[in-house]
């Protein structure tokens, strides 16, 4: 029997956080990536980019 991956519970805190209408835009493919610490494509990043932080130029 092969042994089930458990999502990272960082991740499942930010899915939680992101608004209703981006959640339900997100392919099977995305979520898979996001919950379990995969990396994440593209289209995912596209439609998560305005929830991110900007690392290389933070805000004062």
Not at 11 to 23: C, H, Q, S, Y
Not at 28 to 50: G, R, T
């Amino acid at each position: 029997m092969r042994e089930q991956k458990k999502p990272d519970p960082i991740r499942i805190a930010i899915v939680k956080a992101l608004p209703r209408d981006i959640k339900e835009n997100l392919t099977i493919d995305e979520m898979n990536a996001l919950l379990y610490d995969e990396v994440l494509p593209d289209s995912l990043m596209e439609k998560i980019k305005d929830y991110l932080a900007d690392f290389d130029s933070p805000k004062e």
